[in-house]
Each structure stands twice: as C-alpha cells, then as structure tokens.
C-alpha cells in the first residue's frame, strides 16, 4: 500500500478501505506523507465523496490518533454539546449551568473562534481572571464537585484534526461534508462524553448554507455517535440572521447572564428558544425523556439557580463574577436606518465580518482580541423601523472606519 494508490483510488471514485484510511492518517500525523499528498487526497475526497463506512473508518483513525478523555470517576450520563457554529451563537454559556443546576455533570471542552464564528473559549476569557486551560484533573473535580466545567483541550486528543484541519483551510477542502463530519465527530468521542447533542447551523452565517446540506451533514454525525454507542440527538437552527441581540465576547458573556437572569428584554426570544430546545434535548438524554423535562428547564432558569451555577463555575476557573457586565469602551457608534420599514433579515454574514473589523474575532490564529467590542442589534429582524432610527451600536477600544459602519448598515434589509 502507497499514499499514490490511495490517492489514485479515490480519485478514480472507489471506497478507501479501513486499512487504506488507517495508513493515510497514521502516515500523516506521523510526518512520512507530505502535506501536497494529503491536499490532493482531500480534494479527491471533497469532489468524490466517502461512503458511511469510510466516514466511520476515517472518524476512527482519527480518534486513534491521539488520546482518548475517561470520564468515568464522574457518577452519571456525562452529556455534551456541539454547535457547528454560527454569529452570536453563546448558545454554551447558557445551557452548559442549566444542565448543571437540574444534575447533570457537564464536563466540556469548547474551541476558539477562527473567523465569523466565535468560540466559547474566547468569550469566558474576556472575564477577568477566568482559566481555561485546565489540567485533566482539576478540570474533572471541578465536574465532580460543581457537575460543570468548560475548558480547552490540553490532552492530546485527535491531533490528526490539527494538522487536517490546517491543511483543509488553505486547500478549499473545508466544505465536505464527510470531513466535516469525521473532524467533529472525532473530538467529540474523543473528549468522553455518553451522550452528544449537536446544534447544526444552516443559512449565510453558517458552513452549511441550505438546511438540506444541514440534514445531510447532521444525519452523517448522527450515523457516527451511533456506530461508537453514543446517544445522539441532532438539532437544527437557522444562522441566517444573527443569533440574539449581542455579537462579541463580553457582550455575548453579559446577555447570556441576562438570559439566565431572566432579564429577557435585553436579549431576544430566538435566542432564549435556542436554549431553552438545546437544554431540553441534553437534558431528556439524560433521563430518558423525563416528562417533566422543559418545566425544570424552565424553572432552573426562572429560580436563578443556572445563572448560580455559571457563577460556581466562574469562580472555580478563577474568573470574576463581578467582571461579568460590560466595560466601558473607548468608540460606540450608531448605525441609523435610512429609510422607513419592517427589518426583512439581517445578514448574518455580515455582521460577523463587521464583528472581526471591530476586533472581536480572529482573521488568524494569531490575532488580538479586543473583548469589549462587538454589535448590539437594537433592532432584530421582523421588527418595524423608521428612518433615523438605531439600527444598531457598534463597540471597539480601536476607531471605527466609516466603512464598517457603512457594511453593518448594508446587513440591514429593511423593506
Ligand atoms: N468544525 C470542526 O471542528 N471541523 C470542521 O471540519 C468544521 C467545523
């Protein structure tokens, strides 16, 4: 067997077989098989497909690749969730305490935000204090005693995603769905949990932009958590529009404790539905369809005691619970309407471009963070405008350029 031949095999629209994706990946992660020979095999895979057996056979060589996460001292249905990402998706920092606060442990290990998408990671970082670069046991006994904890990862879990990943991005091979697939599906069995719930985004903001292409790739992880024994339940939302009112990492830290405050005013109901179906999905996992599921849902939130428990866990990972309201900031700038109408979309897209100008996402992996600034859409799609109105405020400790007013201001379709 040959990395040739492999290549060859795919290109020429056969199935690689287990032995075939075993080498490929083994002789990567390793250094024997050079980054262009990968690139072509990823195009060849990108253009030709792979059947559920291969995607199953690649997501296994993957997790092979690397370390493996035991939950087992943690008592319980460890349950996890993923989003495939999406603008204004903080999705994780209200349903991870919900869980944790009705019993469920939830030990989570979330990513950083690369581009429009921001990430979990970043947004606990922009309070202050906060770690989350974990070592293994502290990260499990802060489960074991609060059932909730949200880290990076620092085990070696998966490095064929890193290198693949790397290499997908600068290749155009980003968008296939059985990749897609594998490079999540990976990390997740990887990382330990019992259970997986996965929010799969569709529209302009998100990877899959048709919620056909959402199914296809849902239907696929699905397939995966199953073939290793994992409870999975896929949910599907809309990124076409931006998710809640605050887009950025302190801002989206400040309205999920609104959310889990109950100050529902500050934020918006797509977002509090979101969250409220997420959690609910995570916690009939958990407990084989409790009845009562969506009340005590609604009760941890309505109580205080989810907002408690990401408090708990703020303090645990060394954050400040005083730090979770915005700061004052250097630049806010109205964006006005300039004309009379009903908000149609807002698109999505957009706005996380304006977002990374503002310096809330990354461009590389390398960029500064500003953790202050972002958007707050004062107005959401469906609502009824006038012209002069505001629209939306942007925030930055940087000047905001005329022409990042002016393309959050074309993310408005007001007709
Ligand atoms: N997120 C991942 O982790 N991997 C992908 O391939 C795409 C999104």
Do not use: W
């Not at 921001?118 to 202050?128: A, M, P, R, V, Y």
């Not at 609060?146 to 155009?172: F, H, S």
């Not at 889990?260 to 409220?276: H, M, P, R, Y």
């Amino acid at each position: 067997m040959n990395i040739l031949s492999i290549i060859e095999h795919k290109k020429n629209h056969h199935a690689l077989t287990n032995e075939e994706i075993e080498f490929f990946i083994q002789g990567y992660v390793n250094g024997d098989i050079p980054d262009y020979q990968i690139s072509a095999l990823l195009m060849a895979i990108r253009l030709n497909g792979m059947t559920p057996e291969e995607t199953f056979a690649l997501t296994d060589a993957m997790i092979k690749s690397g370390d493996v996460v035991d939950l087992s001292s943690i008592d319980g249905f460890k349950v996890d969730k993923h989003s495939t990402g999406g603008v204004g998706d903080k999705v994780t920092l209200v349903v991870t305490p919900i869980l944790a606060a009705l019993g469920v442990p939830v030990a989570k290990f979330s990513g950083r935000g690369l581009g429009i998408t921001g990430g979990t990671l970043d947004k606990l970082e922009s309070i202050k204090g906060l770690r989350v670069e974990l070592e293994m046991e502290e990260f499990i006994a802060n489960v074991q005693h609060a059932n909730i904890a949200v880290a990076g990862q620092t085990a070696n879990i998966v490095p064929a995603d890193k290198k693949l990943y790397a290499l997908r991005d600068v290749t155009g091979t980003v968008d296939s769905i059985p990749l897609i697939a594998a490079s999540i599906m990976s990390k997740k069995i990887a990382s330990g949990a019992d259970g997986i719930v996965l929010d799969v985004k569709y529209g302009n903001g998100a990877f899959m932009k048709t919620i056909e292409d959402a199914q296809q790739l849902g239907q696929a992880m699905e397939q995966i958590g199953e073939a290793f024994n994992r409870k999975m339940k896929i949910h599907y939302s809309d990124m076409n529009n931006p998710l809640g009112r605050f887009i950025g990492n302190k801002l989206e830290v400040v309205e999920a404790i609104d959310v889990l405050a109950g100050n529902v005013d500050k934020t918006s109901q797509d977002l509090i539905d979101t969250c409220v179906d997420v959690a609910v999905d995570m916690y009939n996992m958990a407990t084989n369809n409790k009845p009562t599921a969506r009340d005590e849902v609604l009760d941890v939130l309505r109580s205080g005691a989810a907002k408690e428990k990401l408090f708990e866990m703020i303090r645990l990972q060394g954050g400040d619970v005083n730090d979770t309201v915005m700061n004052d900031v250097a630049h806010k700038i109205a964006v006005v309407a300039n004309k009379a109408g009903v908000v149609q979309s807002i698109d999505a897209q957009q706005i996380g471009e304006v977002s990374v100008a503002l310096g809330a996402g990354r461009l590389t992996k390398e960029s500064v963070l500003d953790f202050d600034a972002g958007i707050e859409l004062v107005v959401k799609d469906g609502e009824r405008v006038a012209a002069g109105d505001v629209l939306a405020y942007l925030y930055a400790n940087n000047d905001i350029q005329e022409h990042i007013v002016a393309q959050a201001l074309r993310a408005y379709n007001v007709q």
